[in-house]
């Protein structure tokens, strides 16, 4: 079956520890995004990336870092900078920017400890 | 900067009754905004709206957009409890960011 798929689910991590989230896509999408979600904050955009090897900052991407070294995986490392990092977050993927839906995994809840 | 504002933020109505949900939006180059339903994890889709296609209808959901005027409606009728969720507006423009608006969330009480 195709999809995008997130994991963990759940993490826990202590307060000043880099964490790195997966995202892998079987969709040969060559869109994908990250998003944070916050009670009453709607998605907010971290990173995004149109091209392997090729990535931009989002909205909030202060404290965060990704990579794209291949089409299908795009991780998300949160890093001890980031100042609130328990949140809700929400990877996407695209296949034709604009003009297609784009499609959700199922999250990964961090919570900081 | 790119920007998408929903509102209400927050709706509550009974079942039967009808509800708008609306969107406006400030974006460089328009390609499309899109409908989305969050009820717990991953937002499933609802409706794309283009240049070329701006009014959608299924079942009992349906949207519009206003390119002149930069909004957008989501309108569902005859609300069901299970239509409680929280709404998400986003557009693409070109930038190419997929941003979206804080949502909103809607509860239908039987």
């Known amino acids: 079956d195709g999809g995008i798929t997130q994991s963990p689910k759940y993490l826990f991590r202590k307060e000043g520890q880099n964490v790195t989230l997966s995202c892998e896509q079987n969709?040969?999408?060559?869109?994908m995004y990250w998003y944070r979600q916050d009670p009453g904050q709607g998605l907010r955009l971290i990173y995004y990336?149109?091209?392997?090897?090729?990535?931009q900052k989002g909205d909030i991407a202060e404290g965060y870092s990704v990579s794209r070294e291949k089409k299908e995986s795009f991780p998300l490392t949160v890093t001890s900078a980031q100042k609130n990092p328990t949140a809700f977050y929400l990877c996407?993927?695209?296949?034709?920017?604009?003009?297609?839906?784009?499609?959700f995994g199922q999250g990964t809840r961090l919570t900081v400890v | 900067e790119d920007k998408v504002v929903q509102s209400p933020l927050s709706l509550v109505v009974h079942e039967g009754d009808t509800v708008t949900l609306n969107c406006s939006y400030e974006?460089?180059?328009?390609?499309?905004l899109l409908w989305y339903k969050q009820e717990k994890k991953a937002p499933t889709f609802l409706f794309m709206l283009?240049?070329?296609?701006i009014e959608k209808k299924s079942g009992r959901l349906s949207s519009i957009l206003d390119k002149k005027e930069l909004f957008s409606i989501l309108n569902i009728t005859a609300t069901q409890t299970g239509d409680s969720a929280i709404y998400l507006c986003?557009?693409?423009?070109?930038?190419?960011?997929?941003?979206f608006g804080k949502g909103t969330k809607l509860t239908v009480n039987p």
């Open positions: 996407a993927s695209q296949d034709r920017v604009g003009f297609t839906e784009a499609f």
């Open positions: 974006v460089t180059n328009f390609r499309s």
């Open positions: 283009t240049s070329s296609g």
């Open positions: 969709l040969n999408h060559d869109a």
């Open positions: 986003a557009f693409q423009g070109g930038s190419e960011k997929l941003v």
């Open positions: 990336s149109q091209i392997v090897n090729d990535f």
